[in-house]
């Protein structure tokens, strides 16, 4: 199978070993991945910040981009809820302003087949057991675009509970919002910040080494805030646990 690696703008710029597990992982499995150089940013922060017209340029250039591929696998449910969830939303509000059907046309054949990272596994590729070794206790947060824009359900824990060496911690209030929120923890900053302190005191009660999501933005926020109170946790992609083996764990 040949899929196409989109990134996404957070992780290209500050967390480029996300990409690079998503890759080691995929390929171990035996899927074919490309990385589209020509892909950008998907216009999730102009929409979800009332910039609905300026997204539909990035949504179009998304598109034509990544329109060849079986699918599209994205290490971020809230790039992939953007495609998913908004870019229909998108085509619907500008036939209503009586712009034709263009721009539904357009991005509809992208929609269907952007899959977050552990819903492409569980759901495409069969699998919950993934060949990784992890020898640390993880406790996982549920972002709230994974678990309330594309429903991925028990899909991250289950590849998380086959993971050899690791122990899975459960994380009290696991489906409350960490406060970050993308631009909300910009006009909010007292209300985010609080929200993150709540999650992150949450996460160090389970006694874990490592708090784990799906998507690094919130991960982001989470880990300033761990930083800043010294707790010694660590902010870990799932990916990157993921793609972890017992070699390089002994290396």
């Known amino acids: 199978m040949r899929v196409a690696l989109f990134l996404t703008c957070v992780n290209d710029t500050l967390y480029p070993d996300t990409g690079r597990a998503v890759v080691r992982l995929l390929t171990r499995l035996g899927v074919e991945v490309d990385f589209p150089m020509g892909q950008t940013c ?21 598109a034509e981009v990544f329109r060849g591929y079986e699918a599209i696998v994205t290490p971020s449910g809230s ?10 939303r998108l085509g619907e509000r500008a036939r209503a302003e009586g712009r034709g059907d263009t721009l539904a046309a357009t991005l509809a054949p992208v929609v269907p087949k952007t899959y977050e990272l552990t819903e492409f596994l569980v759901d495409v590729v069969g699998v919950t057991d993934v060949g990784a070794y992890y020898p640390h206790t993880v406790t996982y947060h549920p972002t709230c675009h994974g678990l309330r824009s594309l429903g991925l359900g028990d899909r991250p824990r289950r590849l998380l509970e086959a993971v050899r060496g690791l122990e899975l911690v459960e994380l009290p209030g696991a489906e409350e919002c960490c406060g970050f929120g993308g631009t909300f923890a910009v006009k909010n900053p007292d209300v985010s910040a609080a929200m993150g302190a709540d999650k992150v005191r949450h996460a160090v009660s389970t006694g874990a080494e490592v708090l784990c999501a799906a998507d690094n933005s919130c991960l982001m926020h989470l880990g300033g805030t761990m930083a800043r109170l010294r707790t010694g946790l660590r902010p870990v992609h799932i990916a990157e646990i993921l793609a972890s083996t017992e070699g390089e764990a002994r290396g």
């Open 79 to 88: 790039c992939g809820a953007m495609v998913r969830e908004l870019y229909p």
């Open 42 to 62: 998907c216009g999730q922060a102009h929409y979800n910040t009332g910039y609905r017209h300026e997204a539909e340029p990035l949504a179009v250039r998304f």
